[in-house]
């Protein structure tokens, strides 16, 4: 199964194309990680283009399509996700999400990305890769956990140990993916992660015009 996977859930955006299945497991076939900052929707066509390009293949030999959901900010979310779904449905082919820190890093871990104002997300994961706690948002300092540590160094000194720097990767977001994709069927609805509101907040009283 050819898979294209996405996500925009952090600073760095990712597009990649991907061999899968379930007896021969993960074959990245093309991958574009690129420093985005806010500008998702600008840079995440352009990288879908690229790994197409890279990998000689056209966008109707894509048989699935894999999202991260996050947790990450509410617009970066909605660029990642809102794209996979309607290449999906234009295609008629299945769409999988999956929380986007499953993708970060392997075996026993904690993982911690950048939540901004002062916090981070966090998950915790056994050594099969299992998450057992999160995702959730926290002050690094609170966060109570013995790591190991993986995802953003920034906050090692915060966390008071050293955190090994990974990103979202297509290996990863497939392996997140491996039951859904082996039972397209099992897909549960695009739902992005947030973990609390955005910044951006309707007015509470309309200011009066005067003429």
Do not use: N
Request: hydrophobic share 45%; net charge negative.
């Amino acid at each position: 199964m050819l898979v294209l996977a996405l996500d925009t859930a952090t600073p760095t955006l990712v597009a990649g194309l991907a061999r899968w299945s379930a007896g021969d497991g993960v074959t990245v076939l093309a991958e574009r990680a690129v420093p985005s900052g806010t500008k998702h929707a600008e840079l995440l066509t352009p990288a879908i283009e690229g790994v197409l390009a890279d990998a000689g293949l056209a966008i109707g030999a894509v048989e699935a399509v894999v999202t991260g959901l996050g947790p990450g900010p509410f617009t970066g979310l909605r660029v990642g996700v809102v794209t996979a779904a309607a290449l999906a449905d234009a295609r008629g082919i299945p769409a999988v999400g999956v929380c986007s820190l499953d993708a970060v890093g392997t075996g026993a871990r904690t993982v911690v990305t950048d939540a901004r104002r002062k916090e981070t997300y966090w998950a915790a994961y056994a050594t099969d890769g299992t998450r057992v706690e999160g995702p959730a948002v926290a002050r690094p300092e609170e966060l109570g956990l013995p790591g190991p540590f993986t995802g953003d160094p920034a906050f090692a000194e915060r966390l008071g140990a050293p955190v090994t720097p990974a990103d979202v990767t297509t290996a990863g977001l497939l392996r997140a993916a491996a039951p859904q994709l082996a039972d397209p069927g099992s897909a549960a609805p695009l739902v992005p992660l947030y973990l609390r509101r955005p910044d951006a907040v309707p007015p509470t009283s309309i200011k009066p015009v005067t003429r």
